[in-house]
Every structure is written in C-alpha cells, then in structure tokens.
C-alpha cells in the first residue's frame, strides 16, 4: 500500500468509524437495531476501500466481504447484552465498540486489498 492508498484509506475508514461510533451511541437502548443502520454504512466503505485500490465490488461483494471478516462482530453482540441497555454506559461502550469493531474490519480489508493488488502486479 503506498502513502496515497494509506492516506486515503485513513480517511475512509476512520470517517466511517465516527459515523458508526454515533449510530451505536444513539440505539444502544434498542437491541439489535443498530446493525441495520451499520451495517450498510461498514458495506459503503468497503465498496469505497475496494476503489482504491481499483477493485470494482458490487454489493453482493462487499456484503460477502464483510461477512468474511465479522467474527469481531461477536465482541460487540456479548459487550451489547451485558451493558448496552444501561443508559450512559452502555451508549459509550456500544459507540466505542461500533467504533473499534469498524476500524478492525476496514484496515484488514484494506490490508487484503492491498496485498491482492500487490500480487496482481507481480504476475
């Protein structure tokens, strides 16, 4: 990945963790519900992600991209049932996790991408 992929990827995925972290923020007290709403915006990024590198994903790519890397997604359902539904607490934890569980799924996305286009060029 060079400095212009880097950056740009920076720019996707943290600005798509912000917006995460406040969708998890404001429906922590309903369960479940905010998958719906981030689960979208993760797909974006990754179709974005996908650009940069000059991987053209549809949308069936990018849903079978994420599903491939949301076995972080289990952290987020355990710390939601224990603490999400506490007022407060449980908006910080479950933005923290949106947060935390986006950025971890976008960089080792990216990272893929960039080690596929790698290995393109070298052959």
């Not at 400095?3 to 600005?15: F, L, P, R």
Request: glycine share 10%; with cysteine; hydrophobic share 45%.
């Amino acid at each position: 990945m060079n400095n212009s992929q880097e950056n740009k990827c920076h720019a996707i995925i943290h600005s798509t963790a912000t917006i995460c972290a406040g969708v998890g923020a404001g429906m922590a007290q309903v369960p479940g519900s905010d998958s719906l709403v981030i689960v979208p915006i993760q797909i974006g990024m990754i179709i974005s992600l996908g650009a940069v590198f000059g991987i053209e994903l549809d949308e069936s790519a990018a849903k079978a991209t994420l599903a491939t890397a949301t076995a972080t997604m289990v952290g987020r359902g355990i710390s939601q049932a224990l603490v999400g539904w506490i007022p407060g607490w449980g908006n910080a934890l479950n933005a923290l996790t949106a947060s935390a569980v986006t950025e971890s799924v976008g960089w080792a996305i990216a990272n893929d991408f960039a080690t596929k286009k790698s290995l393109s060029h070298q052959r």
